[in-house]
């Protein structure tokens, strides 16, 4: 089985930021995409970046600029640095990877709250 826990959300104010953190643990052989979606109340879930084995990187239009999301391949970790928040970013994020065990499958962590207000 797989695990994917992410920490670092929070109540912050606009302007400010926030670093969330994701690791995934298990019988993982491989890991190709990790990355970061998002839910807003009564929104469907987008994605916020992702990045490849490589190291590509992909970013919605409505963070770039603003967002870093960077992984460690050997702590099997993605990270997210959120910087000049808006209280439209608030939301659950959500980490996601597609890891290898006996196949390839995706997989995805419990949520953690980003609350952007004053």
């Known amino acids: 089985q797989v695990q994917l826990v992410e920490s670092g959300g929070g109540l912050v104010q606009p302007g400010g930021s926030l670093r969330l953190s994701c690791a995934a643990s298990?019988?993982?052989?491989?890991?190709?995409?990790m990355g970061w979606y998002r839910q807003a109340p009564g929104k469907q879930r987008e994605l916020v970046a992702d990045?490849?084995?490589?190291?590509?990187?992909t970013y919605a239009d409505f963070v770039r600029g603003r967002f870093t999301i960077s992984r460690d391949h050997a702590k099997n970790t993605v990270s997210l640095q959120m910087n000049s928040l808006k209280p439209e970013d608030t939301a659950v994020y959500y980490c996601?990877?597609?890891?290898?065990?006996?196949?390839?499958?995706?997989?995805w962590g419990q949520g953690t709250q980003v609350t952007v207000s004053s």
């Open positions: 996601y990877a597609k890891i290898l065990l006996a196949m390839w499958n995706d997989y």
């Open positions: 990045i490849t084995r490589g190291g590509s990187t």
């Open positions: 298990g019988s993982i052989i491989s890991i190709n995409a």
